[in-house]
């Protein structure tokens, strides 16, 4: 399995709270994402990151910002977390999206009351 | 920019039958083209992948084929098993002109007794 560890696993917090869930990878991938996945909507790209410093938006980046601060970490923060924003976090990585398939990591469940 | 879409949504097959899942891209650049499966409560997983020079895959009871001329490409899983009920993902992407890929909306699989 691809090295990427997403922390936390599992949370529950209250609307209106900030929340950061972390992806660190091991693979020195240059390309790393975060996807969110609910119920009839496969999966959809929030943000994603081609270097350190680098990244761009995607589909579903309205309420959540990125960094990476360094080749092995993706964070993504939700500023205040929306009821909407309860789902299943994913990230990813890639050395070469054009020739290589995405690893994703084990996820990460989180609930907004 | 690229379009993915995925049909059927929902499969429902007899264990032993064959099980089929479409694909169609907007983009004739394509040229990337893995299939992931996603049990229940994991991560997405590369199953089986194809690029553009090669028409059809195979790998054991599972195959891939592509059809660049009209754009479209599926998976074939035969003498389905149990183990093969999941949602599997479809996805395109360019070589040296895309950081991501695009996936389907999935297709969820039931295998029947």
């Known amino acids: 399995d691809a090295g990427i560890t997403q922390s936390p696993r599992h949370k529950v917090t209250e609307t209106g709270t900030p929340v950061t869930l972390r992806c660190h990878q091991t693979?020195?991938?240059?390309?790393m994402y975060w996807y969110r996945q609910d119920p009839g909507h496969g999966l959809r790209l929030i943000h994603y990151s081609y270097g350190v410093k680098d990244t761009d938006k995607g589909e579903v980046s309205d309420g959540y910002s990125v960094s990476r601060s360094k080749t092995e970490d993706f964070l993504l923060t939700l500023e205040s977390a929306t009821s909407s924003q309860t789902s299943v976090y994913f990230c990813?990585?890639?050395?070469?999206?054009?020739?290589?398939?995405?690893?994703f990591g084990d996820g990460t469940r989180l609930s907004i009351l | 920019g690229e379009n993915v879409e995925q049909h059927p949504s929902t499969l429902s097959v007899q264990e032993g039958d064959s099980a089929v899942i479409k694909c169609t891209y907007s983009d004739s650049a394509s040229n990337y083209f893995p299939w992931y499966k996603q049990e229940l409560g994991k991560r997405p997983q590369l199953i089986i992948d194809?690029?553009?020079?090669?028409g059809e895959k195979k790998d054991q009871r599972i195959a891939v084929t592509l059809n660049k001329t009209a754009k479209h490409f599926s998976l074939h899983i035969t003498e389905t098993q149990p183990e093969d009920s999941a949602v599997y993902f479809c996805?395109?992407?360019?070589?040296?002109?895309?950081?991501?890929?695009?996936f389907g909306k999935g297709t969820r699989l039931h295998i029947l007794p």
């Open positions: 990813a990585i890639n050395r070469d999206p054009g020739h290589q398939p995405q690893h």
């Open positions: 996805a395109a992407s360019r070589v040296n002109r895309d950081d991501k890929i695009i």
């Open positions: 194809i690029r553009s020079n090669v």
């Open positions: 693979e020195n991938h240059r390309y």
